[in-house]
């Protein structure tokens, strides 16, 4: 009797391996992901999920159509690429659309597409497992992934319905500028605006695209100037182009709106912020109800969008985390700049020649990990942090480094009970109720737009380093405030080649020669008696040598012969400290 269960109990088990194998060699559940396999609520045959279905390729002639992008790409964003990217390799394979065949053959399995995605080579949509299974035996198909929800940092947001009185010990300024910046005077200040504003930059001839929650109040007075240039919207949520809020509509536009006035609103007297004078697209991208969670397929067709229509900035003041209920797949150590398809995305579009600004998240220090929401962990992204009203770093602000490594944030700006347009269809004020990293991060793309009004030009990658390297704690970079505050004047000036600095007593000169080896002269002028620090910084942002160290000098051209044997050919960058304070920074190339 035993040896007769044993015979049968091998045969069950040899019956189970044989079916597995068969199942497992047909190549369809292999390509479902761990994430997929396991939901709970998709064991049921006639329940759907949101999915992404990736492809193998872009087709059979996708290599001969690189050579006609007009086929492809609109003239604006063929016309942004030869502004912004340094290379020959305007065009790529993620510019060409999803192939329509393999469309149409998920169509034919009755599957609602819901985004399809040329950069990632996929598609989002609506299947129960039998749709799945049934055209995952296609060879063009890469693998299927649950699309991913994403669940949004907390901002303290006052619900009051008037302004919130707070007592500010504002940073002075001996500026007097010609605009009357009223009450948001010191966000502006503190981050060095109002001088930019005065020698003409404003934004003008700059596409900014403002990816958020919604924005329910765009009738406001101080979003007049815009109005009249026009304004795209879409709302990815609803599947329409109205980014209100309304009767049966899903989101809450007000953390849209309030975003959307640190960036662009002008009411002299009132609120005046960076680039008042651009052009915008909106795009609602975030469900705002529950739990606020942004599915990823929104925030990555708005972004695709945003470059067809030649945007040349991307802000987005949603940072996130990712839960994907009732399983956990992101976590800080996913936040490599690789992992999240968000973060993929951004990158992607800095890659296409738009600058991308990203708030850091909201979810403060923790010493043993990052606290970063995605896409801050971006390799190329700008990832902004958040300052109180007395440029100290505020305590929810999140902080790096990155899974691997790299720091973030890359530079901050005010994000402390901002003055900003009041949300509320109809509403006119304004209020300080609202305080996070959400609201750091428009002012700093304010400033990259400034930028490019400045030099159109300019890379992404190009204003980065900018502001990177004109931020005020740029000799020595930290995962607290990374290079530190933005400096407007400063930035413009680099990005003009000016060869004033600020002040005007003192100015860094060219070293010479450049490129060198092994030796170069450092150069600096000074109208002014002063002490003066030199520091060298390689192309991560870390300092590697101080030839000078706050030593006295009187007034008159200063200059240094530089050589350090320790170090490889290479890029790197050298600042001008005087009295403490970063007057300037330029590069210079050793060549062994």
């Known amino acids: 009797m035993k040896h007769s269960n044993k015979i049968l109990s091998y045969s069950v088990l040899l019956t189970a391996a044989i079916f597995l194998s068969s199942f497992t060699s047909s190549g369809i559940n292999s390509k479902f992901s761990y994430q997929l396999s396991q939901k709970t609520s998709f064991q049921n045959s006639g329940e759907k999920a949101l999915v992404w279905i990736f492809f193998n390729d872009k087709g059979p002639d996708a290599v001969d159509r690189l050579s006609i992008p007009n086929t492809f790409l609109t003239k604006e964003s063929i016309d942004r690429r030869f502004k912004r990217i340094k290379s020959e390799n305007l065009f790529d394979e993620r510019d060409i659309p999803v192939y329509s065949h393999y469309i149409n053959e998920i169509k034919s399995a009755g599957i609602q597409i819901r985004h399809k995605s040329k950069w990632l080579n996929a598609v ?197 985390v990712v839960f994907d209920d009732p399983y956990p797949s992101y976590s800080w150590a996913s936040m490599d700049g690789n992992t999240p398809l968000i973060t993929r995305a951004a990158d992607i579009a800095v890659s296409k020649g738009i600058v991308v600004v990203i708030s850091s998240g909201n979810a403060g220090y923790n010493a043993t990990h990052n606290t970063l929401a995605a896409p801050a962990d971006g390799d190329s992204v700008i990832t902004v942090g958040a300052l109180t009203s007395l440029k100290v770093r505020a305590s929810y602000s999140s902080v790096g480094p990155t899974a691997d490594g790299r720091i973030k944030p890359d530079v901050m700006a005010m994000g402390s009970f901002n003055y900003s347009a009041r949300w509320g269809a109809g509403n006119t004020g304004y209020t300080n109720a609202v305080t996070g990293t959400s609201i750091a991060c428009p002012m700093v793309a304010g400033v990259c737009a400034l930028m490019l009004s400045a030099n159109p030009n300019l890379s992404p990658i190009d204003v980065r380093n900018i502001l990177r390297n004109t931020a005020d704690s740029s000799f020595a970079p930290n995962n607290l405030r990374g290079w530190g505050t933005i400096n407007a004047l400063l930035a413009v000036q680099n990005a003009v080649n000016e060869n004033t600095s600020y002040p005007a007593d003192y100015q860094l000169l060219q070293n010479f020669p450049n490129p060198f080896n092994p030796t170069t002269v450092l150069r600096f002028n000074l109208n002014k008696s002063a002490n003066v620090s030199l520091i060298i910084y390689d192309v991560t942002g870390k300092e590697i040598d101080r030839p000078l160290d706050n030593k006295f000098f009187t007034v008159g051209s200063g200059q240094i012969s530089y050589t350090n044997p320790n170090i490889s050919s290479g890029v790197y960058f050298y600042s001008l400290i005087v009295n403490g304070a970063l007057i300037d920074t330029k590069k210079m190339m050793l060549i062994y």
């Open 124 to 320: 989002s949509c609506y299947a129960d497992r039998m749709q799945l299974e049934a055209v995952a035996g296609n060879e063009f198909i890469k693998n299927i992934d649950l699309v991913k929800k994403y669940f949004k940092n907390d901002e303290a947001l006052t619900e009051s319905g008037t302004d919130i009185s707070r007592t500010h010990e504002n940073l002075q300024s001996d500026y007097v500028s010609e605009i009357d910046y009223g009450p948001s005077l010191n966000q502006s200040n503190i981050i060095n605006v109002p001088p930019v504003h005065d020698r003409g930059y404003n934004g003008e001839e700059v596409l900014i695209a403002s990816l958020d929650a919604g924005f329910d109040n765009l009738q406001h007075p101080c979003f007049s100037l815009i109005r009249q240039k026009g304004i795209r919207t879409y709302d990815f949520v609803n599947g329409d182009t109205i980014v209100a809020n309304g009767s049966g509509r899903m989101g809450d536009g007000r953390h849209g709106t309030i975003t959307l006035s640190l960036v662009c609103g002008y009411a002299p007297g009132s609120l005046v912020s960076p680039a008042y004078n651009s052009r915008f697209i909106l795009a609602k991208t975030e469900n705002s109800e529950s739990e606020t969670p942004l599915e990823e397929d929104n925030w990555i067709a708005a972004a695709e969008w945003a470059d067809s229509l030649g945007a040349d900035i991307i802000t987005s003041s949603l940072g996130y």
